[in-house]
């Protein structure tokens, strides 16, 4: 018995030191032809996909010592809640989630992140990109466009080009773009700055951010790098993805006809927009020949445009069909705004400028609330409904963000595009039976109290 025993244990311990030798070297074989951790490895180095995405997932392990197995996880293997093997989440939206793109692999839409950003942003721009990797980007490999003011030094180029395999790309914006345009007063701008800044108004007194906010809201998608690109996602440092994103929402996008796609909607801080909402006001009723009769304008007014409610997509996130801002609605738009002057005599944002846009020139199925991604920027983000949190692979708290963005008081835009009457074309392909032209918006049948329910189609500002 006692031999037997031993003879046992022998050949246990055998069999566990093969699995080790085996484990070791094909460790030792992935490092000497992955070198990634040492920096320098071109797109033709990696081996086949499967290999590419075993020792990427490895590299960014061994980089960042922190919970990010889940992420790394072969997502061939992931089974998401479904029978077995079924690899698409039951809140899936679409039918692209099986595809997955090698880096220089052409992609089915030509697509990339857009990230402004400075010198000194690569450490936390680096975090935001191995999320994004690690939850999306290593199976699609989607390249990225890096733009700033000033040239990027080595350092910015090493740090970021390292965090991804896909290809990495790096702007420098034009001096014009990055300036007043001649029709503003500096003097009246530098005196609105300084007005601001003792009323505390949030980043009043800064001038970088008004340029950064005029570049963002009207001139980015015109840097040659973006010359080409159908729909972009803009990326910023310090961002956080916090679950899988199990499709191209690129794709998605492109199939189901989406302009604009967003995570967190909120209210903006009225004391950096004063004049806004007049503006708007006057350019609808300059240019009312822009403004589609089936808006979307309820979202941002609920009386009848006599007001901005403020509602406004958080843009530090945002997937965008770029076609609508390099349409004529949205060239003229922004133009008219600049001249009005509030970019640089106060401070308005990029946010709710899109946001604004969005409302005026699109319809309400050409807007897309990504709410299955987990998205965190500093000060606020959102995190699933506990459903789409259990099957999508989450590490945010589920309910804890969101009950405030869907339910509570501050971030209701995000819950209330989707409130938005049903337009003439979603009606007609419900029901190719009903003449929508007969049908009228009933905004009183909304669940929220608030609504005035007028009876035209859409709501007429310039008028007012
Ligand atoms: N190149 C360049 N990028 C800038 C400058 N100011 C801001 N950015 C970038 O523009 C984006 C938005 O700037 P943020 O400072 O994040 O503005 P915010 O998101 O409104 O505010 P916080 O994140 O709360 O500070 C980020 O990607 C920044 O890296 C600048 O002066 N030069
Ligand atoms: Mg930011």
Known sequence: MGLLRLRLLRIVALCFAVVMMVVISHDVYLSTKYPYARGGLSEGEFGGRFQQEEAWGKVLIN???QNLKLAYNNHNNINYGGGKGQEQAPWHPGSTSNVSYAPGDPKPVKAAFVVLARNQDYNSLRKAMIDLEMRFNQRYNYPYIFLNDQDFDETFINMTSKATKAKTYYG???????DYPAYIDQERARLARERMEEQKVMYGGSES???????????????PLLKDLEYYWRLEPGVEYSCDITFDPFLFMKENRIK???TVGVYEL????PTLWETVRNFTRDHADLVPEHNSLWWVTRDGGQTYNGCHFWSNFEIVDLSFYRSREYETFFEYLSRAGGFFYERWGDAPVHSIAAALFLQKEEVHWFDTFGYFHPGW???PEESAWSGGRCTCEPNRLDRFITKGQWGQCSRQWSLLPDTPSQIRRANPARDPQQLKYNYN??????????????????AV
């Open 381 to 383: 983000g959102h995190c």
């Open 445 to 462: 049948s909304l669940k929220d109290t608030t609504i005035p329910g007028p009876s035209v189609h859409g709501i007429v500002i310039g």
């Open 172 to 178: 420098k914006i034009p001096a014009e773009h990055w």
């Open 63 to 65: 980089h960042l010592n």
């Open 270 to 273: 009225s004391n950096t927009i």
């Open 260 to 262: 604009y796609g967003y």
């Open 209 to 223: 951010y008004r340029k950064m906010c005029y570049f963002e809201s009207g001139l980015f998608y015109k840097h």
